[in-house]
């Protein structure tokens, strides 16, 4: 009888807190009220000094920014709201309450030079109406975007999810002469920035770094060469291997899922391994290399790294602790002890954003300066590239590539990796063409 | 332990539900006079009887409240099928295979049981195996039409194989104090369905439902009658690649027409989808019965709340939905004499589904490592409203069958949907009417056949679509979002027929074999070039006993 009663008093119990959930449930949901539309302003405006962490910046007014277009994208709901900015930099639009990510892009004209005006803010809290005067009176709702004038080197291809079978060594990164001068790629540095990974939850740097004004380098490579020893000529394209080996001998796939002939590239990525070492293809030197060297292989995320070209314009080296300072050209984030490469932004040539796949914008992870957008092959392992769309050739035949600084717009998936697949000439210094 | 769990209370309500079939025959003893004023004489279980012993007795037919039914004049039945149901067609709805099967196995019945004082027990038991070929933009449930606006969905034709268990147990006391019955239905549901193309989801579903219910008597005439009505139901499913090279093309669906382009593959970690539900709701009864009438006014309503989330281990929500129902219904039964009766219904019903999204955060701190949760609106609402009324004639016979009957019906259905930003509208007005006459053609003494013929006419009275969203050129929201607007507003002629082959007399006189065929085929008369017909059949046989 004790046990029956206990029994009913525990099945009451149950009962009792399983109704109280059920209707915890139902009131938590008749909190909710009908959508109410709100109309949002967000101010743009055109730096080239430093920005400080607070997004305050000098506005240079060389650069006007007006009638740049201004994307708000919601990508909870997959909602796209296009509007333009007025005279002032002020761009209004009526969205839903939400996380948005907002995307400025657009070009002006100074001194003769085409400037891109692109940025963006990522995972922006948007949940009440913001007028033009809060805008403009709020860091929290403006942009301080810095001009990037319009280069002529650019990643065309990259390689980097991998093959079928987990295969990952024929990752490679071609380089491209996109204008219409000669660039010496001579001191040039090939960075992999942090975060490895994209994520949606980004580092927080220290203060005095700003917003805006670096990016930050896991490993830096840098190209040879004492001044002009390398000239890249309009047309012309590198190509860099993470392993310069022919990967077809080794088992792998066929067709469209063949590895990759990396042995006749211009340069390898060679870290040390002494049994990955190709002694026909000169190596790249790496500058700097955050944490310890990984000697067994440079291996960029099969997910998607980001990277960049820039110019540092002198011969670096990875023991030069006179030149790699803490807080000058290093710099570590807030709660963490290790350092990376302090890149200015102002030595930028090219950059690109790489994520697991074209809907996850939300975990884009470097400024929109370098990069407004992201391009991705969607999957790891896929044997799949990445390569910008040809806009027009040359007289010569050689191609012209898009180069808005938006790399969900510049870039197409392409099915199999290809070095030069349309075109490009190989530097006459190109070790392979001398052999 | 929750499918020992499972396992045990399916036992439980089958080993109920197998009661019914070993009750003894009790001669129908009700609370109230016997409103057939006893022209059923001594009924033999025939296809006929027992799909009249359903109609006339209207609290066993028409209300959740079980203990009306001792209320009913319905004596003990039992039967055991094994079904085959073929469905092929264009005419259909967008997510509908276009070209199922189903296998089936059901039993039903029950009585009133004399060593419990005339207590009355019933139990149904079925188990549905069905094979759904090239059904559209779900990667997600069981059953992608039931309400909720929240799944994935993806662009392939793919087979389904889904399997249900569905059982229900009605009990009502006796008279207890010479005036309440109290009453319980009892139902459990558990199935699994899996898509056969990637992206696959192997998709679970079970759902428990009570309903006490309690009938008070007032004289010989009236009663008013009350029941609390609850259900838990749970869903989940998480769609993945066989091949894993190749990444799916999805949607995760938010209401027609708004959804966000996704893939499933091996980046993509958002393909699972979790759904809980809870529904609560009370309805009411009031009876009539005098010599030849019985009269029945009913009203219910519910409302089912549900969550739904993608993750077992970090739930983000990806939408709730309040579903509000309610509806009223009169339903009528006129014993005329001894060979004519006359069933009337008519039922008003609305459902009202809000869709709630979110917007929320995620919090990466050590001590909260979840999502959480900023603000949430209702940024949809689905309804129907049906408005049914039909009419039945039945020439009776004294064994509790009957030798012929004839029906009309009409159907009123009102669809509305809304996005309230952007700004969206879907509105569509349709009207059925129906005709039926079937003839119970006796062969000797034990043999008869059961003929029917059929014929409905759908038309569209109103349609209207205004999509202010910004996926208009996408294929998901042409091929699937459009399409099926339109399937719901197409109109059809249709006609069938069945017939059914008994022969009774077996087990000791009540029982019967029988061996049942029926088709209806649907000609759609709107938007011809996307639908065409639609073909339904189906074949059983079974025992009745």
């Known amino acids: ?435 | 332990m929750t499918t020992y769990n499972y396992f045990r209370l399916t036992g439980s309500l089958l080993m109920a539900a197998c009661v019914t079939l070993g009750a003894s025959a009790q001669q129908a003893e009700t609370a109230l006079p016997d409103d057939t004023a006893g022209y059923v004489v001594a009924r033999a279980n025939t296809p006929a009887s027992i799909e009249r012993l359903k109609l006339e007795n209207l609290h066993f037919t028409h209300s959740k409240n079980a203990s009306g039914i001792q209320l009913d004049s319905i004596g003990y039945y039992s039967q055991v099928a094994l079904g085959l149901d073929r469905e092929k067609g264009s005419l259909k709805r967008v997510q509908e295979g276009a070209n199922n099967t189903a296998y089936s196995f059901s039993t039903d019945g029950g009585g009133r049981i004399a060593g419990l004082r005339n207590t009355y027990v019933w139990g149904r038991f079925s188990y549905t195996r069905e094979n759904l070929r090239d059904a559209e933009y779900n990667a997600t449930l069981f059953d992608p039409l039931r309400g909720t606006p929240f799944y994935l969905a993806d662009p392939n034709k793919s087979k389904w194989i889904n399997q249900l268990f569905d059982m229900e147990v009605k009990a009502a006391s006796p008279v207890l104090w010479r005036h309440v019955v109290i009453g319980v239905d009892l139902g459990y549901q558990n199935g699994q369905a899996a898509k056969q193309l990637d992206p696959r989801p192997l998709t679970s579903l079970s759902k428990f439902e009570i309903n006490p219910g309690v009938t008070v008597l007032l004289g010989s005439k009236h009663a008013l009658g009350a029941h609390y009505h609850y259900y838990s139901r749970r869903e989940d499913g998480a769609a993945t690649n066989s091949v894993t090279l190749v990444n799916q093309t999805a949607y995760v669906m938010n209401f027609p027409g708004f959804f966000i382009n996704a893939e499933i593959g091996s980046l993509n970690a958002d393909n699972q989808r979790i759904y809980n539900a809870n529904c609560m709701g009370v309805g009411g009864e009031y009876t009539f019965r005098s010599k030849g009438v019985h009269l029945l006014l009913s009203g219910n309503y519910s409302q089912e709340v549900e969550d739904v989330t993608d993750s077992y281990s970090i739930p983000k929500m990806v939408g709730t939905t309040i579903d509000e129902r309610y509806s009223v219904a009169l339903n009528a039964r006129f014993t005329l004499s001894r060979a004519n009766a006359l069933l009337f219904n008519l039922s008003y019903d609305h459902r009202s589904i809000d869709g709630i999204q979110y917007v929320q955060e995620y919090d990466n701190s050590f001590e909260v490592a979840k999502w959480i949760i900023k603000a949430k609106n209702i940024r949809s609402n689905a309804s129907s409203a049906y408005l049914r009324g039909s009419m039945q004639y039945m020439r009776t016979t004294d064994d509790g069958g009957y030798d012929w009957t004839i029906g009309m019906g009409m159907e009123s259905e009102q669809l509305d949907n809304i996005y309230y930003f952007p700004h969206s509208t879907q509105n569509i007005d349709n009207i059925t009417m129906n005709l039926f006459a079937k003839k119970n053609f006796r062969i000797g003494s034990r043999h008869a056949i059961l003929a029917g013929v059929r014929g409905a006419l759908k038309t569209n009275s109103d349609n209207a679509i205004d999509y202010n969203g910004y996926k208009a050129d996408t294929e998901c929201y042409r091929d699937f979002t459009l399409r099926d607007f339109y399937s719901l507003g197409t109109g059809y002629t249709s006609c069938g027929g069945e017939v059914t082959y008994s022969l009774s007399g077996l087990f000791g006189s009540r029982g019967a074999l029988f061996v049942s065929a029926a088709a209806d085929y649907f000609k759609a008369q709107d938007h011809q070039d996307l639908f065409k017909d639609r073909l339904l059949a189906s074949f059983k046989v079974g025992l009745l006993f």
Not at chain 1, 324 to 348: C, F
């Open chain 1, 1 to 435: 009888m004790k046990k029956r009663t206990i029994f009913s008093l525990v099945t009451l119990l149950g009962a009792t807190l399983g109704m109280s959930s059920c209707i915890d449930m139902m009131e938590s949901a008749h909190d909710a009220s009908i959508v109410d539309p709100i109309s949002v302003a967000i101010k743009v405006s055109a730096v080239t000094g430093f920005v400080d962490s607070d997004g305050n910046g000098e506005a240079d007014p060389n650069f006007k920014p007006a009638g740049l277009n201004v994307r708000f994208v919601n990508y909870d709901e997959d909602a796209i709201i296009e509007t333009t900015t007025d005279e002032n930099g002020i761009a209004v639009a009526d969205v839903t309450p939400g996380n948005y990510t907002i995307s400025v892009t657009g070009n002006v004209e100074f001194e003769g030079a085409t400037y891109y005006l692109n940025g963006s803010l990522q995972n922006k809290a948007l949940m009440h109406d913001i007028s033009p005067e809060e805008a403009a009176a709020s860091q929290d709702y403006s942009m301080s975007i810095r001009p990037a004038q319009v280069g002529s080197l650019c990643f065309r291809e990259i390689f980097y999810c991998g093959s079928p079978g987990y295969y990952f060594r024929n990752q490679f990164y071609e380089i491209y002469n996109n204008g219409d001068e000669v660039y010496y790629l001579d001191h040039l540095c090939f960075a992999q920035l942090h975060p490895n990974v994209a994520t949606a939850t980004l580092p927080e740097w220290p203060a005095e770094d700003g917003q805006n004004n670096y990016v930050y380098g896991m490993v830096v490579w840098q190209f040879p060469g004492t001044g002009q020893d390398y000239p890249l000529y309009p047309g012309e394209s590198v190509i860099v291997a993470q392993e310069a080996a022919d990967h077809t001998k080794n088992q792998g796939g066929t067709g469209e899922y063949a590895l990759m002939d990396n042995s006749k590239v211009e340069f390898e990525a060679w870290s040390g391994n002494a049994q990955r070492n190709n002694p026909d293809v000169p190596n790249l030197t790496y500058v700097y290399w955050s944490g310890s060297v990984n000697t067994l292989q440079w291996l960029t995320s099969v997910f998607g790294s980001a990277f960049c070209l820039y110019q540092p314009g002198r011969e670096l080296t990875y023991e030069d602790t006179s030149y790699w300072k803490l807080g000058e050209t290093t710099q570590h984030p807030v709660g963490s002890s290790t350092e990376y490469a302090r890149i200015p932004a102002d030595q930028i040539l090219d950059g690109v954003e790489l994520i697991p796949t074209s809907t996850a914008l939300n975990m884009k992870r470097i400024p929109g300066f370098v990069d407004a957008g992201a391009a991705s092959v969607e999957a790891a392992y896929v044997n799949k590239s990445v390569c910008r769309k040809v806009i027009g050739h040359r007289a010569d035949g050689t191609p012209i590539y898009q180069d808005t600084n938006d790399s969900s717009a510049d870039f197409e998936v392409m099915t199999p990796p290809m070095h030069r697949r349309n075109g490009e000439k190989q530097p006459a210094w190109s070790w392979s063409l001398n052999q």
